[in-house]
Structures are given as structure tokens and as C-alpha cells.
């Protein structure tokens, strides 16, 4: 695994065009927006079609990981294919003066390669665990324990994290300097991702606990 | 526009396999979904390899909007070419007692077909206009007026929505007969996107007004 803090240089791909100020390519950065945001969209191409599947990832090391069904299309086709994973997080409306310098405030993660299937079962059993604790720490001993046949019926995938690219946007707008005379209220208007109250199923068993940690749980 | 109300049928390409019975094809569940979360993953290939940008999208009758820079890689690689614009928005994590069956309560939809650009300026003009008024009502006329520079600067793209589907998932988890048996917690930890106090550019003019409107918006 290299070293987190380590700048890293962008590949062919990975280079960003617009806005370019926005650009980082650290493990540091890349690492804290997937970590902050299990919602992926996958992208891969089938029967010459792009195909943009909304999956959870999580990360481990300096690797990407995902889960599926093991027949379904997601998982079938995208083993040993290129695909572009991409996170992004909505952080703020970002008005402007004038409409064509409105905003988005946000921080977005990359990554392209070709996914490799995990197919030790115990490795597997692993990684679901990891998995399943990264949202509740500890649950994975509490469930009803995993049979081989789950482990059997779930594909998980993996993507090295050596072409990634972020962006991050933060902070007010930014008109051309002869707007800041116009008289319109400009701002941010921020978004983040808010967890609720934890809804019990009705058909819990009168005396099991709520894990303490799903109080603690946040997203983004 | 075909009637809102009429149930669709899938394509080979929209028709859900996995979990079939949360698929949708009706215009009314498209539309709400779409209209309830403006931000897109676009999917398209360039040079043969995958890319997903994320990018806001509108809705205007049976179409979805999308724009960028007129010379940006997105916009002209996704013109004319086939691409999946996904939207997907997070409502909850759903805890079962088999880790098996942990889920996510969401909504999603994926539209297929070829982009189409929006050319004539006046028509873009209009349409840009559309698009900042979604998100605050009446905007546009407040604005340092668009000039035509920043017209042909900037790129619309759109597709119909007659090759689309939706996938939505709601309620409490879903374990097998024989695991309500067993003596852990389920439910779901709901999660939705919140909207913050709206944070005034530091170098706004003294007697700038807030849009009221601001305080009502909402998204998710
Ligand atoms: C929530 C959200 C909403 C957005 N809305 C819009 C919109 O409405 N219109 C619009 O034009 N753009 C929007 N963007 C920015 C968009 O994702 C692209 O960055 C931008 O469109 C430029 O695309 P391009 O392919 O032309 O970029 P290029 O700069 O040519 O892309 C080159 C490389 O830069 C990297 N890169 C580009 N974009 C990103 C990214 N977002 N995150 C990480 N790496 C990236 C990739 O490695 C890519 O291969 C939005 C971004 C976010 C996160
Ligand atoms: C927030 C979120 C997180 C998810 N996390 C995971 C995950 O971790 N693992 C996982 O396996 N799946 C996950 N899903 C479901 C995933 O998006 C796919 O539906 C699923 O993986 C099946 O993919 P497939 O290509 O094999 O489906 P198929 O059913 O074979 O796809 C056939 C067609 O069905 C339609 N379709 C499929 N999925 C969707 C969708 N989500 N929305 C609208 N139309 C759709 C499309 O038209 C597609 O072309 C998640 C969905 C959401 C919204
Ligand atoms: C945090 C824990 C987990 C979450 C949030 C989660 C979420 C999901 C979601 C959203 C889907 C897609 C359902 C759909 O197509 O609509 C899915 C599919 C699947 N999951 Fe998980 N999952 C988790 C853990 C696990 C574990 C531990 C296993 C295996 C032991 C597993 C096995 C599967 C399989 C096999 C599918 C494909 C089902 C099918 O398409 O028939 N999941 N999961
Ligand atoms: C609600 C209103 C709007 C929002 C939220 C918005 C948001 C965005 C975002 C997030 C980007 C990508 C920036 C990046 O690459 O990091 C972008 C690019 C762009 N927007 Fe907008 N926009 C809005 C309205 C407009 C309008 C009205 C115009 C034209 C008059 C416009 C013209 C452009 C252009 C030309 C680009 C490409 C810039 C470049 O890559 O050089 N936008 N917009």
C-alpha cells in the first residue's frame, strides 16, 4: 500500500480538464471521500452499450471493493472489463451573481481499472464482514450466522486505487470581478445527508437490543 | 408527451432481473424520482473504455436535460453516442437478522438512448432559465442578465424518456421464515438529504435581499 499522505500524479485518464484547480490525486483525499460515501455508480460497457449501476462500495487498504449477485449482469460484466467507478457527494448550491457561475459545492472520486473477482470463500466471508461491521461495528457476530451457500451466491469485486482522481469544490461563489457590484444576494446553500431515528421492524422479538452504535451512524 | 398516468412496458435493455418485483416503468414514478433528485451519473464510452461523470439534470416533459462546457470531454463525447444517465437517491439502510439480507431502501432510475443537442440559442436560453428557476424560484430575473457569450459556451444535452425504468425499495427488512426466530435487532436507520441555513457570500452588498424561497427548498 503506498503512502497515504504521498502526492500522487494524475495518468492520461485520470487528468482533470475543467476546472482543474479542483483537481487532487492523493491517497489522502481519495481515501476520505470514499470512505464518507458507500454510494457508487458503476460504469461498464456491455454489448457495446454503456451500462451506470448504482452499488455500495467499501474500501480497504489501497483497494475498492463491491458486492452483487454472482449471475447477476452487474457482477458478470464487469469481471475483467474496464469500468469507471465514480462517488460523489452533494455538499451545497452555490449561488452566484450571475447564473452562469452558479455552483455546485461537492467532492467527487474516479476510479478506472479492471475489476478483479475475490473468490477465496474465506476471504470472501471476510470482506462481507468488514462489510457489513463498516455500518454497524460488531453486527456481523450478532446476525444470524452466514451459510456457505450466501457465500456461495455473492460475487464481490475489487478495483486497485492507482487511477483515481477527486475533485472538491467548498466556500461562496465566484463571480467576475465587475459582478460583485450587481445587487443580487448570492450564497451557499448547504447539503449533507442527515441519518433518522432508527425504525424497529414490527416483527423484532419483544426483548432483542438495539446496537448502540447505530445512534452514532453517519453518512457523506 | 405520452400520458403520465399509462403504465410503460420495459425494453430487453430496461427490463429489471434482479429484485424484479422493485422494477417500474410508469412515466409517473420516473418523473417523480427524477424530479425529487437533480443529481445524474451520465455513463458514456470514449476510446472504448467506461467513463461516469456526475452532472445535475432537469426534467421537462418526457425529457431529461443535462449541460457542460460546450468544449468539455462529457458534452461532446456524449453527443450522438449511446449513453445511461442514472439517478439514485438513499433512503435507508435496512438491517436484517442475516446479514444476507441487509438492503437499501431507494429509489433509482436509468434512461438509455443517444443525447441530442439543444443548438438554437434562444431555445437554450430559455431552457437554462428553466433550469435555475427549479432550484429557486424567479432567480433568473434577479441575476446579472446571461450574455450570449456564456450561451455558446455552454452545452445542453437531452434524451427522451422512452427507454427508462425505476427501481424503488421501501419498509422494513426481509428475512427468511425460519430467522424471525432469531434474537437480534432489525429495522432501518432512515436517511435523507437535509438543507441547511443558507450561508451569505461575505461579500455580498449591504442591502442584497434573500430569495424567500430559499428557506422552502428541498431535495431527495
Ligand atoms: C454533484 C455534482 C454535480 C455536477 N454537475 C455538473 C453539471 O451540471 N455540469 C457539468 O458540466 N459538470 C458538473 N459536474 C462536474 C462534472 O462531474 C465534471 O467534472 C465536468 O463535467 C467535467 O467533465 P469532463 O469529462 O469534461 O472533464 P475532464 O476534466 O476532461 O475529465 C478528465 C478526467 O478528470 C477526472 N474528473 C473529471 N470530473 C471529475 C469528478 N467530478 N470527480 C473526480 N474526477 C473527475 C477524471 O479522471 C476524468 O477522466 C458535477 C459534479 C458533481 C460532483
Ligand atoms: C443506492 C443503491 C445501492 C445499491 N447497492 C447495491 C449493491 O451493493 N450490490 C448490488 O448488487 N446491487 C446494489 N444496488 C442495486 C443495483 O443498482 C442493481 O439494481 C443490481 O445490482 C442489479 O444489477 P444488474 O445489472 O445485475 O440488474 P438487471 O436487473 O439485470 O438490470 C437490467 C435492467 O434493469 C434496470 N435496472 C437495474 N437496476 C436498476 C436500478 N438500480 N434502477 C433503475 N433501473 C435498474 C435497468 O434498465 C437495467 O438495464 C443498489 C442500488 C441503489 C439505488
Ligand atoms: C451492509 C450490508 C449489506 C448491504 C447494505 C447490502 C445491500 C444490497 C443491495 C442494495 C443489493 C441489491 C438488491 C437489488 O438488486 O435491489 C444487494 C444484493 C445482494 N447482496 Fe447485499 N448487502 C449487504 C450485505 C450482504 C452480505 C453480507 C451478503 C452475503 C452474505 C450479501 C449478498 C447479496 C447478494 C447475493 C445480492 C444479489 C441478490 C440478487 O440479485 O438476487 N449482501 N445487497
Ligand atoms: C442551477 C444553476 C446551475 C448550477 C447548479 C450549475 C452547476 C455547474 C457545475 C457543478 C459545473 C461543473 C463545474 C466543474 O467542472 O467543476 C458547471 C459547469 C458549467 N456551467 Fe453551470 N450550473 C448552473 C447554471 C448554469 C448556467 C445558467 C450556465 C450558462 C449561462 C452555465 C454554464 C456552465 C458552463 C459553460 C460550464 C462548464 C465550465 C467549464 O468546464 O469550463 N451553468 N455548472
Redesign the pocket.
Known amino acids: 500500500m503506498p503512502d497515504a499522505a504521498a502526492p500522487a500524479s494524475p495518468s492520461a485518464r485520470t487528468r482533470v480538464n475543467?476546472?482543474r484547480w479542483?483537481a487532487h490525486y492523493d491517497r489522502q483525499t481519495i481515501y476520505a471521500i470514499l470512505d464518507a460515501m458507500p454510494v457508487a455508480h458503476v460504469g461498464y460497457v456491455h454489448d457495446g452499450n454503456p451500462i451506470v449501476t448504482p452499488t455500495l462500495q467499501w474500501r480497504e487498504g489501497d483497494r475498492v471493493y463491491w458486492h452483487g449477485a454472482a449471475h447477476g449482469r452487474m457482477m458478470k460484466a464487469t469481471h475483467d472489463a474496464e469500468v469507471c467507478l465514480t462517488v460523489s457527494i452533494l455538499d451545497g448550491?452555490v449561488l452566484a451573481r450571475a447564473?452562469?457561475n452558479?455552483?455546485?459545492n461537492h467532492r467527487s472520486v474516479m476510479v478506472f481499472g479492471r475489476p478483479e473477482a475475490v473468490t477465496d470463500p474465506a476471504e470472501k466471508t471476510r470482506l462481507l464482514k468488514r462489510f457489513v461491521d463498516g455500518y454497524v461495528p460488531g453486527q456481523w457476530e450478532r446476525l444470524r450466522p452466514v451459510t456457505d451457500q450466501e457465500i456461495k451466491a455473492t460475487a464481490i469485486l475489487s478495483l486497485p486505487l492507482t487511477e483515481a482522481s477527486a475533485?472538491l469544490?467548498a466556500g461562496p461563489p465566484e463571480d467576475g470581478d465587475e459582478d460583485y457590484a450587481f445587487p443580487v444576494w448570492a450564497g451557499v446553500l448547504p447539503i449533507r445527508l442527515a441519518v433518522g431515528a432508527p425504525e424497529p421492524d414490527p416483527r423484532n422479538l419483544p426483548d432483542v437490543e438495539m446496537p448502540a452504535s447505530l445512534t452514532a451512524f453517519s453518512i457523506g
Request: no cysteine; hydrophobic share 45%.
Open positions: 475543467r476546472y479542483l448550491l447564473a452562469y452558479f455552483n455546485i475533485k469544490r
